[in-house]
């Protein structure tokens, strides 16, 4: 029997089959309602021939019944509430018919075939048998099907709701994926301990061992998208400490065509584990400010400088210029963005002459300046370009702003400038100095001048040489993982989450303001290798290694956003705060700027650094070649 069962499982009965089965079935049901209703003559060719009139008559109309409601068409393993409410509408349908005709019949003296008792009860008796059927026929494959095997995967689903059910109807109907849905989780506790489509529903605190016969072959998935960011890391950090795979599923607002796909399934990334609440904006005020607005983006292909570009499209700009020097990335952000309100612009900020004519012809609203050289290693052994980039570019920049009464220009820097201890980080600090002491000049010169905002924050995940990408690549190729040092910690934040504090910073600012993020808790990088390494399905040290490398020059452990000189002044959005920082004379800055300028194809690093420091007092090197500068 077995066997047979499996041998007829291996791939879907044909709709026509289906319809013939209930066909049958529905002869028996008749004869069945007879049997009951006592209409049998005791002579059997009148039993015969009293019976075969009117089951001709019962199964012309249900048939017409069946191919007006398609009740055959569903995959009978698969048979779901949708297939017994088909059935419903054709049983009713035939019943209605028939019961219509005897009716008839009766009131214009006809004989009739079919004494009405008869048909009511043969109806329910055909609902019943019907749908019985395919029940029996999804137990019995769900029981011996071709896929049982000791290598099928046990599946939970966290969400007992919609998104759940059709996530675990999905899951059926693949055979070929080998897995089984064994439990569902729901913070509901109204639903704990019920059942779902045969089910069982648990608490999330359930010991998930008692659930997984073999949780190393196991595997839950997310089902609830308004799961809060830190509920959701909560059980991801649970089912990595019991050796258990965790996926998640996209919002629903996300299905293609508004139906799931189980290929949308996707495993659980590192940002899942530092998502946080999500940020509240003010959109009506960006939009307010952005629509309508010619806006214009250095460093456009960049990690950050891409995003800014997508979210500022959402808020329907007249055009957004793009200026980058990077043609390959250029070339792929255009591709992606083709048909919208863009001009991509192949450009290098530190090309003035270059820069001016983009600002003469588009004349933009706004200005969004994210080209920067960022790696800290890199520009530690070439001060000349991290300057002539960071700073002098900066300065292009924000000076054309400017003269081509620009209304915001916002300069996206970042943490590395507080108390820098690198190359990078101090080119960013003089950058902040000069567009703020820019702004300073300009606001005592006249009431209606650009207005110079800056924004500060940590490292965002995935970005463009960052951390992330370097250990997926490293856990790909079997490791070791690299750290610098067992105590190094970074803030972390996501690159849209970044742009978006970004854009409501620059829309909120007023000129002169260096704002800051709020990047949560700093955070161990050891301890991100070893959640990746979990969440690639590996174990630490058994098989992939972390190894310690030793800080890089201009590495420092910790990270600050705040310098000993700076507080902060709060804002309406919590996330978003304003750094108290010491005020600079333009003049002044300007002239140590130029001085800068005149060294910087000198070629000779000691000198250019000693400038710079003498420019950022606070800058003291760390693991670098320039730390003799400090004594």
């Known amino acids: 029997m077995i066997r047979s069962i499996k041998l007829f499982t291996r791939q879907n009965t044909p709709r026509w089959v289906v319809l013939i089965i209930d066909l049958i079935i529905s ?47 569903g995959i009978v393993r698969y048979t779901s509430t949708q297939d017994a409410v088909r059935i419903f509408f054709a049983i009713a349908l035939s019943t209605a018919i028939l019961l219509t005709a005897e009716l008839i019949f009766e009131l214009n003296s006809i004989q009739t075939y079919i004494n009405p008792a008869v048909i009511i009860i043969d109806s329910l008796i055909a609902l019943a048998a019907l749908t019985g059927f395919r029940i029996l026929f999804k137990l019995l494959y769900n029981e011996y099907a ?46 704990h301990e019920k059942t779902l489509e045969g089910i069982k529903i648990y608490s999330p605190d359930v010991n998930l061992n008692e659930i997984f016969k073999n949780p190393f072959n196991a595997e839950l998935v997310i089902a609830l998208n308004e799961l809060s960011p830190i509920r959701k890391k909560r059980i991801i950090e649970h089912c990595l400490q019991h050796k258990i795979s965790v996926k998640t599923i996209p919002p629903v607002n996300a299905w293609i065509n508004g139906e799931f796909n189980l290929q949308s399934i996707k495993a659980i990334k590192i940002e899942d584990l530092l998502e946080r609440e999500p940020i509240k904006l003010r959109k009506n005020k960006i939009s307010n400010e952005l629509k309508d607005q010619v806006i214009l983006i250095t460093g456009a292909a960049g990690s950050i400088g891409s995003e800014i570009v997508r979210q500022c499209l959402s808020f329907k700009p ?51 300046h994210a080209a920067a050289y960022k790696h800290v290693p890199l520009m530690e052994g070439n001060p000349y370009e991290a300057i002539n980039t960071n700073v002098f570019g900066t300065q292009n920049i924000a000076n054309l702003s400017a003269k081509y009464q620009v209304k915001k220009f916002v300069f996206v820097s970042t943490d590395k400038a507080v108390n820098p201890t690198n190359i990078m980080g101090a080119s960013k600090r003089i950058a902040e100095i000069y567009v703020q002491s820019l702004n300073a000049k300009l606001r005592l010169e006249s009431d209606h001048h650009t207005m110079y905002i800056t924004t500060r924050f940590g490292n965002v995940l995935g970005s463009n040489g960052s951390v992330i990408p370097l250990f997926k ?31 409501e910073a620059g829309v909120m600012g007023n000129g ?60 309406h959005n919590p996330k978003i705060m304003i750094a108290r920082v010491p005020e600079y004379n333009y003049l002044e800055v300007n002239n140590i700027i ?35 500068l400090d004594s």
């Not at 980058?324 to 952000?333: A, K, R, S, V």
């Not at 709020?518 to 058994?542: C, Q, R, T």
């Not at 910087?600 to 000691?606: G, V």
Request: aromatic residues 8%.
């Open 473 to 503: 690549k490293q856990i790909e190729e079997g490791g070791p993982v690299t750290v610098t040092h067992p105590e190094i910690t970074r803030y972390f934040m996501t690159i849209p989450e970044a742009c978006q504090l970004v854009l």
């Open 318 to 368: 007249k055009l957004v210029v793009l200026v980058d020097q990077g043609e390959t990335p250029l070339y792929e952000i255009e591709n992606e963005l083709s048909g919208q309100n863009i001009e991509i612009i192949l450009g290098d900020v530190r090309n003035v002459s270059r820069m001016e004519k983009i600002f003469e012809h588009f004349k933009p609203s706004y200005v969004f």
């Open 27 to 73: 002869g028996i049901s008749f004869g069945l309602a007879c049997l009951l209703t006592e209409v049998f003559i005791k002579s059997l060719e009148l039993q015969l021939f009293t019976y075969l009139r009117p089951l001709l008559i019962i199964l012309f109309v249900r048939l017409i019944a069946f191919r007006i409601t398609r009740s055959y068409s």
């Open 512 to 571: 002169g303001e260096i704002y800051i993020f709020d990047m949560g808790e700093s955070i161990k990088i050891i301890d991100l290798a070893h959640k990746m390494i979990n969440l690639s399905g590996f174990e630490v040290d058994k098989d992939i290694k972390i190894t310690f490398t030793g800080l890089r020059p201009g590495e420092k452990l910790r990270e600050e956003l705040l310098n000993d000189n700076e507080n902060t002044i709060g804002t």
């Open 146 to 191: 071709p896929f049982k095997s000791q290598d099928t995967k046990e599946l939970i689903i966290y969400g007992a709701g919609e998104a759940g059910i059709i996530v675990k109807r999905s899951v059926e109907r693949n055979v070929k994926l080998g897995k089984k849905v064994v439990a569902f989780l729901d913070d509901n506790k109204q639903l």
């Open 594 to 628: 130029n001085k800068l300028y005149d060294q910087k194809d000198s070629l000779k690093n000691d000198t250019l650094v000693k400038t710079m420091k003498k420019i950022v007092p606070e800058y003291i090197s760390n693991n670098s070649i320039y730390e003799k």
